[in-house]
């Protein structure tokens, strides 16, 4: 199982505002070109779109609230993983925000994603 943690970045955002913006994932189309819209399907804990003719998808797994948002694969996924979205307040109005992955990849999905993931 590989095991990515990003890099810690700083928000001008509140906690509870980062986590709303990740805690529903119909939130995720709004910011989607239009030609795109129709290719997704989404609701309060799913998503899946289509992309070159294979269906990937994820749904929540966990919410804890102001802090972490949880996602997993979900339908015809590539590989099995665990998408993590934290968030630390700072003070009110800002929050340290990093993204954890784990995923089982094979070799060749290692050289495919492997430098991009990280």
């Given at each position: 199982?590989?095991?990515?943690?990003?890099?810690?970045?700083?928000?001008?955002?509140?906690?509870?505002?980062?986590?709303?913006?990740?805690?529903?994932?119909?939130?995720?189309?709004?910011?989607?070109?239009?030609?795109?819209?129709?290719?997704?399907?989404?609701?309060?804990?799913?998503?899946?779109?289509?992309?070159?003719?294979?269906?990937?998808?994820?749904?929540?797994?966990?919410?804890t609230?102001?802090?972490?948002?949880?996602?997993?694969?979900?339908?015809q996924?590539?590989?099995?993983?665990?998408?993590?979205?934290?968030?630390?307040?700072?003070?009110?109005?800002?929050?340290?925000?990093?993204?954890?992955?784990?995923?089982?990849?094979?070799?060749?999905?290692?050289?495919?994603?492997?430098?991009?993931?990280?």
């Amino acid at each position: 199982m590989e095991e990515i943690t990003g890099k810690t970045i700083v928000l001008k955002k509140p906690s509870y505002a980062i986590y709303s913006a990740f805690s529903d994932l119909r939130n995720v189309t709004a910011g989607l070109p239009e030609q795109y819209k129709d290719k997704v399907t989404v609701d309060q804990d799913t998503i899946v779109g289509k992309v070159q003719n294979f269906e990937l998808g994820m749904k929540v797994n966990n919410r804890t609230p102001f802090s972490r948002v949880d996602f997993e694969q979900y339908g015809q996924a590539l590989f099995p993983f665990l998408l993590s979205f934290i968030m630390e307040p700072a003070d009110d109005n800002t929050t340290y925000f990093h993204i954890e992955l784990r995923a089982q990849l094979n070799t060749v999905m290692k050289m495919m994603f492997g430098k991009k993931l990280h």
